[in-house]
C-alpha cells in the first residue's frame, strides 16, 4: 500500500516551458486535491475532483490545468510556466469527510 | 470569511520540554478542525482531528489538541518532547462547500528541539 505518490520529485523549467505533475493513489478515494506551498502561506488550493470524472478550481487555479484520468490518477499541468509557479506541489486523496493523505510533493523551480 | 491563524512562526524548545502551539480560527458553523504535521522534505501527516464530542482530541505520537469555542482555538500540546518531533505544524479547518469539503490551512509554525 503506497499511499499517494507524486512524480517527479524535483523538477526544474525555464519560462515558458510545459510540464505535468503526475500523482496517483491506491486508498480508493474518491477525492484528489493539487495545492501548492509558499513559505509563510500553509498550503493553496489549486485545483480539485470530488470524484471521477469531475474537477473543479481550487483558491489559485490560474496557469494550471488538470486532469482526472480514472479514480486513482490525478494530473496537474503547467502549460507555460512562470517563475511565480515555483512552489513545492502537493497531492492529496480524502474518503472520510476532510481526512486528506498528501504525497510527499514535488519542488518546482522556474528560471 | 473563514480562515486560520498561527500567531508563533517559529518556536524553539529543549528536549523534554513542555509544548504548545496556538491555532485560532474564524468559522460561523461549527468547525472541523485538525492538526497536520509535515517533517522536513515530507509530505503532510494528519496527527488529530476534532469532528465533535469530547472537546481534547488525542492524536499520534503523543499529541493532543483541546478544542475551546469561547476562544475560537484549537491549540496543539505535547509533555514532553522529542528530537524527532522538529518539524511545520499546520492548523487547519474543514468548511462545507457547496460541492466539495474544502480545508484551510493556516501559515504553520516551524518547531526546533534543542537536544
Known amino acids: 500500500n503506497a499511499g499517494v505518490t507524486q512524480t517527479p520529485k524535483f523538477q526544474v523549467l525555464k519560462t515558458g516551458q510545459s510540464m505535468t505533475l503526475q500523482c496517483a493513489q491506491d486508498?480508493?478515494?474518491?477525492?484528489m486535491y493539487w495545492y501548492r506551498q509558499d513559505p509563510g502561506m500553509g498550503l493553496r488550493l489549486i485545483y480539485y475532483?470530488?470524484?471521477?470524472?469531475?474537477?473543479d478550481k481550487g483558491e489559485v487555479p490560474n496557469g494550471y490545468n488538470v486532469s482526472r484520468l480514472n479514480k486513482r490518477e490525478f494530473s496537474l499541468r503547467l502549460e507555460s510556466a512562470a517563475p511565480s509557479q515555483t512552489s513545492v506541489y502537493f497531492c492529496a486523496s480524502s474518503y472520510l469527510l476532510y481526512e486528506q493523505y498528501f504525497g510527499p510533493g514535488t519542488r518546482l523551480t522556474v528560471t | 470569511a473563514q480562515s486560520v491563524t498561527q500567531p508563533d512562526i517559529h518556536i524553539t524548545v529543549s528536549e523534554g520540554a513542555s509544548l504548545e502551539l496556538r491555532c485560532n480560527y474564524s468559522?460561523?458553523?461549527?468547525?472541523?478542525l485538525f492538526w497536520y504535521v509535515q517533517s522536513p522534505g515530507q509530505g503532510l501527516q494528519l496527527l488529530l482531528k476534532?469532528?465533535?464530542?469530547?472537546?481534547l482530541v488525542q492524536g499520534i505520537k503523543g499529541f493532543e489538541a483541546e478544542f475551546k469555542r469561547s476562544q475560537s482555538s484549537f491549540n496543539l500540546r505535547k509533555p514532553s518532547v522529542h528530537w524527532s518531533d522538529a518539524a511545520e505544524y499546520f492548523c487547519a479547518v474543514g468548511v462545507t462547500k457547496t460541492s466539495y469539503d474544502k480545508v484551510i490551512f493556516g501559515p504553520g509554525t516551524s518547531l526546533s528541539v534543542i537536544p
Open positions: 468559522y460561523g458553523a461549527t468547525p472541523y
Open positions: 486508498m480508493n478515494h474518491n477525492s
Open positions: 476534532y469532528f465533535s464530542g469530547d472537546t
Open positions: 475532483s470530488a470524484s471521477e470524472g469531475t474537477t
